[in-house]
């Protein structure tokens, strides 16, 4: 918890989360049971007094969260609360490429009887666990998931196989339960914790609504968080290989890395004009253009260490066939096509980052990539 005192020597602090505020909040602003039940967001920057702070944005002072509180009539109402939210964070870890395992989590000095946090693995992961292979192995549901169903049997399926961090770890029940070839010991990292934690506010709080029967009931509650600026740094740590980051498609800062091998070159420069205008515009996905004058090799490197899930390779060589190259970045995959079926290509592949643009730019100029160019250590750093 980061302290400080004021100009008047009182003591104060940076709240390390919310809960009794957006209590307050939604006490003074709600009073029906018709207005129940009842999500509340909460995104905004924190900062903390963290005696280590290391790995960039992964563990810092000051980092992006994105919590929600959930408002309920009854207790039987706020756990499928509970249910929907775990449920949603299983899928929206999955559609940014990651693999969630949920694990029974200490609720600490937020409180209730229900928490869970949930893991990513990752040699670098700060948290030592203890799980179920099949964990790993189980597709999260999909989009078909109807969210207005009782969702506890979904829950249970993910929550009735052993999975613990170090602190809730109890190595006689992992091997009582898990077969030798299913544990698994890895590191991980939190990217997400979840939490009911019932009326511990509310009622200290008065946080009541008028029931159908006009009494007055004790609202019940929970709390879901995520790290946004940590995640950033946590799918690098699950997605990355000897070369550099290797972007899941749907969070890439950019769908295609375009490479204009010859850029005093008029037909590359030509080429690359239409290839950006038509990914750029038609398929609406973005392009990181680089026309800088380092050599092929320089370029090739640094469009790996980017990660982009798609490069594009004009030169010379290849144009005087009409031809360019695509590179598939996860796979390593290359395909030399005429330009027309290389933008082609690339319409009907997975694209359409969070960059992505919404407006058609037919007359578009590309997007430079004449920067100080990056460095990172690409190899894993291994166990802490």
């Known amino acids: 918890m980061l302290r400080i005192k004021d100009r ?5 602090l940076y709240g390390p989360t919310n809960e009794e505020q957006v209590t307050q909040i939604f006490r003074d602003a709600v009073k029906s049971y018709r207005d129940v039940p009842k999500n509340l967001y909460h995104i905004q920057w924190k900062f903390r007094d963290e005696v280590r702070p290391r790995f960039g944005v992964m563990r810092g002072r000051e980092f992006l969260m994105k919590d929600a509180y959930s408002f309920d009539l009854d207790e039987q109402g706020a756990r499928q609360s509970y249910y929907r939210m775990f449920v949603a964070y299983l899928r929206t870890f999955a559609r940014m ?8 989590a200490d609720t600490g000095p937020i409180g209730g ?17 203890f799980c179920d292979r099949d964990l790993v192995e189980m597709p999260v549901p999909d989009e078909a998931t109807d969210y207005g169903q009782n969702l506890e049997d979904v829950v249970k399926r993910w929550t009735g196989k052993y999975a613990a961090t170090s602190e809730m770890h109890d190595p006689e029940r992992f091997e009582r339960e898990v077969p ?6 890895a590191r991980g990292i939190e990217v997400g914790h979840i939490f009911y934690f019932g009326t511990k506010y509310s009622a200290k709080m008065k946080c009541q609504v008028q029931g159908p029967d006009g009494q007055l009931v004790t609202l019940q509650g929970g709390s879901y968080g995520v790290g946004v600026s940590r995640l950033v740094a946590a799918i690098i740590e699950a997605s990355h290989d000897s070369a550099g980051i290797v972007w899941p498609d749907a969070v890439a800062p950019f769908t295609i890395g375009l490479i204009n091998l010859k850029p005093s070159d008029a037909a590359c420069n030509e080429a690359c004009a239409k290839l950006y205008n038509a990914f750029g515009g038609a398929a609406q996905s973005d392009v990181l253009y680089d026309d800088t004058g380092e050599s092929a090799g320089a370029k ?18 290849g144009l005087a066939s009409g031809e360019v190259e695509l590179k598939r970045r996860a796979t390593g995959e290359r395909m030399t096509l005429a330009l027309d079926a290389a933008i082609k290509k690339l319409h009907q592949a997975p ?7 919404s407006a058609a730019h037919d007359e578009a100029q590309p997007r430079s990539a004449s920067a100080p160019k990056p460095t990172a250590k690409t190899k894993s750093r291994g166990k802490e």
């Open 180 to 185: 030798a070839e299913r544990r698994l010991s």
């Open 8 to 12: 008047h020597d009182r003591d104060m």
């Open 97 to 104: 490429g990651l693999k969630p395992v949920p694990m029974k």
């Open 351 to 357: 694209c359409g980052g969070p960059g992505a643009s």
């Open 113 to 129: 009887d229900l928490s869970h946090e949930f893991i990513i693995l990752a040699d670098t992961g700060e948290s030592e666990v």
């Open 300 to 317: 090739f490197k640094t469009m790996d260490l980017i990660g982009l899930p798609w490069q594009v390779i004009v030169g010379p060589k």
